[in-house]
């Protein structure tokens, strides 16, 4: 919704630590919240090659301090596995906090356990954004220490989570009880990461930064933050996906990626997020930063007229260039987000068509998606659109039309490369 009041809203409601050894902090935490039964939940693959390894050793070195492993996260966390094993898990143990140590899947499913809590529903009870963020539940709801091995989602600094129902849809329960009450955002658990799993994550952190900066409900806090994400984007990324071990770098993925989630809580995104939702689902089962950039020329392009300016700064800010107003021209920016998404091989350099898409069935399933019709619904009166330009059904048609078309044009790009 645009925001219509005359204040604006900012404010950091988590304690943050940031940087090259910060994991440290873990037991100092603990001593201070005065919690000894820990129930960690981990992404599956890192914990068999060992990169958990340095956060189990650490709790298993607290005298006093008990810890449950929970290692069934999906790739998309499901309802019905958080429902009938994370929760029941986490109850019998006697968890007091969750520490969520892996990407977004792992951060979402521990946020599905702490929505929760101890009141006996499913996860998808509470998904409705019929209910206040900020108002409490009527049960206790359990506390959550994030701990990101991606520099991507940002979702250890926001109130948001992604959950497949049962219908295998995805849907965002988003509360201000499933915001990390820590996050320790250490890049040295990067150094691991595969190419492909840097480069999509990379990319999800730049279209956060572009899309939080170009939200009507932007305001001047947000919008620091957000620029401030693009300029380390800029500096850093094609140099963090090919070594994720260069502290630099790391360091740098790791603080673009914390700037933008804090703008992703309060100003949220845009077209390119709403459109990517299906694409992570049948037919394409696309990684969602791979569907980011796929999807962020088109929208750029639709949004020109209504966000020139902010476009401006932006590749600007990416660039380290120093455009005017006169010398900028939106392809500029749109020509720079084809090139990175061809050096990190966004989407394995195929047409949005070789992933399965089509103008026929395809285009209907997506737009059938409920975060699509959501997203419609939310621009369905101009003084509720939170984009930078208005866009009905008609449009995101067009646009997801647009997307294939953008990629037959990188996809070409990238063969004569």
């Known amino acids: 919704m645009a925001m219509e009041m005359g204040y604006l809203q900012f404010g950091l409601q988590q304690r943050i630590y940031q940087g090259s050894g910060c994991i440290t902090m873990l037991p100092h935490i603990l001593a201070t919240e005065g919690w000894t ?15 958990i390894k340095p956060v189990e050793d650490i709790l298993n070195s607290i005298e006093g301090v008990e810890t449950h492993v929970f290692t069934n996260v999906r790739p998309n966390p499901e309802a019905v596995t958080i429902d009938n094993e994370a ?96 996050a320790i955002m250490d890049p040295d658990f990067l150094a691991g990461l595969p190419f492909p799993i840097a480069a999509a994550t990379s990319v999800d952190t730049l279209t956060h930064a572009l899309e939080t900066y170009t939200n009507t409900r932007a305001n001047e806090f947000t919008e620091l933050f957000s620029l401030r994400s693009l300029e380390l984007v800029g500096e850093s990324i094609r140099g963090f996906v090919a070594n994720p071990a260069n502290d630099e770098y790391a360091d740098k993925m790791s603080r673009a990626c914390m700037y933008a989630g804090f703008s992703l809580g309060i100003a949220s995104i845009g077209q390119d997020h709403v459109i990517t939702h299906p694409m992570s689902e049948e037919p394409f089962h696309m990684p969602h930063g791979d569907a980011c950039g796929m999807v962020l020329p088109a929208v750029i392009e639709f949004n020109t007229m209504g966000c020139r ?109």
């Open 37 to 51: 039964k820990v129930f960690l939940i981990a992404d599956p693959g890192l914990y068999k090659a060992g990169v």
């Open 87 to 182: 929760i029941p898990a986490m109850l019998k143990f006697g968890g007091q906090v969750l520490i969520a140590v892996g990407g977004g899947s792992t951060m979402d499913t521990a946020k599905g356990v702490a929505i929760v809590g101890d009141s006996g529903g499913k996860c998808m009870d509470y998904a409705s954004w019929d209910w206040p963020h900020d108002k409490p539940y009527p049960h206790n709801t359990f506390p959550i220490i994030a701990v990101p091995t991606t520099a991507g989602t940002g979702s250890e600094v926001c109130r948001n989570a992604v959950i497949c129902n049962e219908q295998g849809e995805k849907v965002v329960p988003s509360h201000d009880s499933i915001l990390p009450k820590y």
């Open 309 to 417: 300016e902010k476009y401006r700064k932006a590749y600007n800010a990416l660039t380290k260039s120093n455009l005017s107003e006169s010398e900028f021209n939106v392809q500029l920016l749109i020509d720079w987000v084809i090139n990175l998404n061809i050096d990190l091989h966004i989407a394995e350099d195929k047409t949005f068509e070789e992933w399965g898409y089509n103008d026929d069935d395809v285009l209907d399933l997506m737009m059938s998606h409920p975060i699509v019709e959501f997203g419609i619904r939310v621009n369905s009166d101009n003084r509720m659109c939170e984009y930078p330009r208005k866009t009905t059904a008609q449009d995101y048609r067009q646009l997801i039309k647009r997307v294939n078309e953008y990629s037959k044009i990188q996809a070409k790009k990238a063969k004569r490369i």
